[in-house]
């Protein structure tokens, strides 16, 4: 069996949802679910911010921009904390980066 091989966020990454993934809103618990094989995640407000900015088409840095912009918050305080939530989830394997990787 090969040896998994960890992908590195960085700011020219895509991330996208993987065929298995999908991020849905529950109505009967008023709540964003990121739905995964076995596994139901409930991400916060700012996670679902995040994740609903990931097409697998937008960068990073545009994902960082745009959260800047929605919450008045300067990106160089920001960006350090998305690429760390997008690596975690990455590691999770429930968020795929396309585009270039480090």
Not at 77 to 83: A, F, K, N, R
Request: glycine fraction near 4%; charge should be negative.
């Amino acid at each position: 069996m090969p040896a998994r091989t960890r992908h590195i966020v960085t700011n020219i990454s895509q991330p996208g949802f993987p065929a298995y993934v999908r991020l849905q809103f529950d109505e009967l618990r008023d709540r964003w679910a990121l739905l995964a094989p076995e596994k139901v995640y409930w991400p916060d407000d700012v996670s679902v911010a995040i994740l609903s900015r990931c097409t697998g088409t937008t960068t990073v840095s545009e994902i960082i921009v745009d959260l800047a912009e929605e919450y008045q918050a300067p990106v160089e305080e920001i960006g350090p904390d998305v690429l760390d939530f997008l690596q975690e989830w990455s590691d999770r394997l429930v968020i795929r980066c396309g585009g270039r990787q480090a």
